[in-house]
């Protein structure tokens, strides 16, 4: 069965830091190109950054460059997201994503983690 488990949110004060993971198991996780979503009460889902299946490059949303870093480990077969200078507009449900491009011979596939809260307030 595939899962994709996340971990780490919590309560952060303003300017405060934190690190999410998040564990991957059902497939080859080192064919997926991984990524971290975010969806705040009332707000659209939006793309926050992204890393390639071997960790090669990255991307990052505007909102938050400079001052998340996305990694992964796929000896660990699992992807982080450390987010520093936290603000209250990041306050949000964050999510995981694993995606596998389509080829000749394959289909495209996604799976979607559940999501772990992050909440910065003082």
């Known amino acids: 069965q595939v899962q994709l488990v996340e971990s780490g949110g919590g309560l952060v004060q303003p300017g405060g830091s934190l690190r999410l993971s998040c564990a991957a198991s059902g497939f080859t996780f080192s064919n997926y190109a991984m990524s971290w979503y975010r969806q705040a009460p009332g707000k659209e889902r939006e793309l926050v950054a992204s890393?390639?299946?071997?960790?090669?490059?990255?991307n990052y949303a505007d909102s938050v460059k400079g001052r998340f870093t996305i990694s992964r480990d796929n000896a660990k077969n699992t992807v982080y997201l450390e987010m520093n200078s936290l603000k209250p507009e990041d306050t949000a449900v964050y999510i995981c994503?694993?995606?596998?491009?389509?080829?000749?011979?394959?289909?495209?596939?996604?799976?979607w983690g559940p999501g772990t809260q992050v909440t910065v307030s003082s």
């Open positions: 890393i390639t299946s071997a960790g090669g490059s990255t």
């Open positions: 994503k694993a995606e596998r491009a389509a080829g000749w011979d394959r289909r495209r596939t996604v799976y």
